[in-house]
Structures are given as structure tokens and as C-alpha cells.
């Protein structure tokens, strides 16, 4: 099978963009994408968003969205599995060029929190938990996640502090990113002083709900121009796998162990024909602390109880043994819901094109993507390639 590449991307920042709307953020990026891509023509278009219908009353965004580009005509749906919407949005590009029904395809990852505030977000994001289960009772995402936290706190005699790393990593890697909402270092102070948000999970423990939208056009190697103008590497997605678990957290075996992370890269990476110690960053979920150290150690990169270990030992910074959220994550950059997938793969993209300035990891060559939907209810994984 032929290579499926990246020729473009493109990205907004991430932030509270009360002034531009939904369509406005998609259309820029977009823009952006294609520019990139030395304006190859997309044939379709799949839209990851999450809450497009409860927070900005508008559903059927394939249709806007391509409209308001003027790729009117072209075959352009919407793809929707919670925070993860991005990321499968991904895959269902990379599906249609692998069959070879699509040439060229543009994925786009586009979110408005900023529609609505105050409850009526909170509202909106409960709809992606078990309606009849957990939402029904009160349960929002930051309170499920906080007691996961004090679960897993309990179950491995982590201290207080214990989760500080994956916070301050990922704030002293947003300084240099340009998209990102928060571009200052924080202090394990700082972070030990931080309002409580859902006891034991502070501030500094969740990713800022934001706006946002990243785009990327992609097609095979062998359909690009014979005067394809791009002196910087190519990128393929060497590998693409999803997985999904129950929707309500209470009716797992283990509710401590993410299984469609583990599952989801293991596919992805044999699809890729590497092994984990081959990868060479991580770009892993954490719209929430705690679901960073599941996913250290569900994709492998640390024995079950001991994620968090890893960012206290500082082994995910830029120069650890294993990079993580090197563009500053969902916690500096923003979580800006169904479009943090495709955020995702447009920052590992630089990396691997060597675009990434002073965040840039050395020889980077595998760059391993993850998406989760609610606490990992969906998974969605992608290795990407520099192609030499």
C-alpha cells in the first residue's frame, strides 16, 4: 500500500475567541492547511467536533464549513466520539486515502466553547458521559476525573504533589508554542497553592476548556505533483487504530487501567512495524492529569500504579525518556474539545518535519498521537513517520 502523507497543516491559536465564529476558526485554518499543502484540491472533508450542537446550536457542519471554504460539492461529514472526535476524524481520512476512494482528503478538528458559559458548558459536556448513569446524578467530567485521581492516589501511595510533573512539563513546553492559550512556566509551588477544582484535582489538573481549529490535507505519496515544492521532510501515518470501552467508567473491570489506550496503540504500532522503545515522543491525552499517568502506562511506558512517577522524575520533559505534550498538551495549549485530536497531529508534524525551534527533539523520526473520548471510552492512535 502506498504511503498515505500529510502534505498540510494548519492551526488557530487556541484561546477565547468570544469575536470569531465557528465557522470563521474552520475557515482559517483550513486556509492554512491547504497553503501548506501547495494547494492540493480535497475531494472530502471529515470534521471532528464534540459540541458544536449544544453550544453553538449548529449541527451538520460538513456541509457548512465546506460551503464556507468553497469546497462546495465535495463529500464532507462530521465525526463525533467526545474528545476524541478529532482524532477519529483523523482516522476516517487516512481510511479514505488508504482505500484509495479519496485522492486528497482534509481532516478538520474545529471547537467553540465560548458559545455558552457557566452551566450550560458543563451541561453540554455531560452528554458525552452515560446520560442515564452518571450524568443523570450530577457527574461532570472534572469530578469523574478527580475520583480517579483519589482512587489512584489511594491504590499507590502518591503524594499530594505527586501529579505536579505532567502540569509544569506541560507549561515550560507551551512558553514557545505561539497557538498556545497559556505561554508561561508554572512552579511546584505554584501548583501546591492552586485552587482545589474537584478535590484531590486542582486547577493546574485540567486542561482549559477553549476554541479552536486545526486542519491537515492528506493524500497519497505517490499522487503528490511532480512539482510537489516542499524542501521540508514528508510525514506519513505509518500506523491508525481506535478502540472503544464501556461508556459508563462504574461497569469496567479495572477502572484504573485504560484498556482501548493499550489497545488502540498496540495496533498502531504494529500497523507501523516499530515497538514502543522506537517511539520517540508522546503526544498523550491530558485534558486531565490523571488520565496522562493512565495512559503512560497503558500504552506501556510505565508499570501500572507508576505513570505518575514518570512526570515527577521528570522523564517526559523534552529531554526525558519519553516526550511528552512537547507543544505544551491540552494543559498549556488548551483542550479545545473535539479539535485537540487534530491539534495533536499538526504539533507532531513539526516535530517530525524539524519545525518545532526550541521545543524540537533531536532525530525525531516516530511520534505516537493519542485521543480519548470521556475517560477513555475511545481511543483513537496514530503513529506518524518522518519519511527520510
Given at each position: 500500500m502506498t504511503d498515505v502523507v500529510i502534505a498540510g497543516i494548519g492551526q488557530t491559536p487556541v484561546g477565547e475567541h468570544w469575536e470569531i465564529g465557528l465557522r470563521d476558526l474552520a475557515f482559517?485554518?483550513?486556509?492554512?492547511?491547504?497553503?501548506?499543502?501547495?494547494?492540493?484540491?480535497?475531494?472530502?472533508?471529515?470534521?471532528?467536533?464534540?459540541?458544536?450542537?449544544?453550544?453553538?446550536?449548529?449541527?451538520?457542519?460538513?456541509?457548512?464549513?465546506?460551503?464556507?471554504?468553497?469546497?462546495?460539492?465535495?463529500?464532507?461529514?462530521?465525526?463525533?466520539?467526545?474528545?476524541?472526535?478529532?482524532?477519529?476524524?483523523?482516522?476516517?481520512?487516512?481510511?479514505?486515502?488508504a482505500s484509495g476512494m479519496v485522492d486528497v482528503a482534509l481532516v478538520l478538528g474545529v471547537e467553540k466553547f465560548t458559545d455558552k458559559i457557566g452551566p450550560e458548558v458543563e451541561e453540554a459536556v455531560s452528554t458525552t458521559s452515560d446520560?442515564?448513569?452518571?450524568?443523570?446524578?450530577?457527574?461532570t467530567a472534572a469530578a469523574q476525573a478527580a475520583l480517579l485521581m483519589k482512587r489512584y492516589m489511594h491504590e499507590n501511595d502518591v503524594p499530594a504533589n505527586g501529579f505536579a510533573g505532567f502540569a509544569l512539563t506541560a507549561h515550560a513546553n507551551g512558553i514557545a508554542n505561539k497557538n498556545a492559550m497559556f505561554r508561561k512556566a508554572i512552579k511546584a509551588e505554584t501548583y501546591a497553592k492552586a485552587e482545589m477544582v474537584?478535590?484531590?484535582?486542582?486547577?493546574f489538573?485540567?486542561?482549559?476548556?477553549?476554541?479552536?481549529?486545526?486542519?491537515?490535507?492528506?493524500?497519497?505519496?505517490?499522487?503528490?505533483?511532480?512539482?510537489?515544492?516542499?524542501?521540508?521532510?514528508?510525514?506519513?501515518?505509518?500506523?491508525?487504530?481506535?478502540?472503544?470501552?464501556?461508556?459508563?467508567?462504574?461497569?469496567?473491570?479495572?477502572?484504573?487501567?485504560?484498556?482501548?489506550?493499550q489497545i488502540?496503540?498496540?495496533?498502531?504500532?504494529?500497523?507501523?512495524?516499530i515497538i514502543l522503545n522506537q517511539v520517540n515522543f508522546f503526544e498523550y491525552h491530558d485534558a486531565f492529569?490523571?488520565?496522562?499517568?493512565?495512559?503512560?502506562?497503558?500504552?506501556?511506558?510505565?508499570?501500572?500504579?507508576?505513570?505518575?512517577?514518570?512526570?515527577?522524575?521528570?522523564?517526559?520533559?523534552?529531554?526525558?525518556k519519553i516526550p511528552c505534550a512537547?507543544?505544551?498538551?491540552?494543559?498549556?495549549?488548551?483542550?479545545?474539545?473535539?479539535?485537540?485530536?487534530?491539534?495533536?497531529?499538526?504539533?507532531?508534524?513539526?516535530?517530525?518535519?524539524?519545525?518545532?525551534?526550541?521545543?524540537?527533539?533531536?532525530?525525531?523520526?516516530?511520534?505516537?498521537?493519542q485521543s480519548l473520548g470521556g475517560p477513555a471510552s475511545t481511543a483513537v492512535s496514530h503513529i506518524l513517520q518522518r519519511l527520510d
Open positions: 482559517d485554518a483550513i486556509q492554512n492547511a491547504i497553503k501548506d499543502a501547495s494547494g492540493l484540491k480535497p475531494q472530502a472533508l471529515f470534521v471532528g467536533n464534540m459540541l458544536a450542537p449544544n453550544l453553538s446550536n449548529q449541527a451538520h457542519l460538513g456541509a457548512l464549513i465546506a460551503d464556507y471554504a468553497g469546497l462546495t460539492g465535495i463529500e464532507a461529514v462530521t465525526v463525533e466520539a467526545a474528545g476524541a472526535s478529532g482524532g477519529a476524524a483523523l482516522r476516517q481520512g487516512y481510511l479514505a486515502i446520560s442515564d448513569f452518571e450524568a443523570v446524578q450530577g457527574m474537584s478535590d484531590p484535582l486542582n486547577m489538573d485540567a486542561a482549559p476548556n477553549a476554541d479552536g481549529a486545526a486542519a491537515l490535507v492528506l493524500t497519497r505519496r505517490d499522487l503528490l505533483p511532480s512539482d510537489w515544492d516542499a524542501p521540508r521532510p514528508l510525514v506519513k501515518i505509518a500506523g491508525s487504530a481506535a478502540s472503544s470501552d464501556t461508556l459508563a467508567l462504574h461497569d469496567r473491570k479495572d477502572i484504573l487501567y485504560f484498556d482501548t489506550a488502540s496503540a498496540g495496533n498502531a504500532m504494529k500497523q507501523a512495524g492529569s490523571i488520565y496522562a499517568a493512565l495512559s503512560l502506562e497503558a500504552v506501556g511506558f510505565a508499570i501500572k500504579g507508576r505513570g505518575w512517577k514518570l512526570a515527577a522524575d521528570n522523564k517526559i520533559s523534552l529531554t526525558g512537547t507543544m505544551g498538551g491540552m494543559k498549556a495549549r488548551g483542550f479545545p474539545g473535539g479539535a485537540s485530536g487534530v491539534y495533536q497531529a499538526v504539533e507532531a508534524v513539526a516535530q517530525l518535519r524539524g519545525q518545532a525551534e526550541v521545543n524540537q527533539i533531536p532525530n525525531a523520526k516516530y511520534g505516537l498521537i
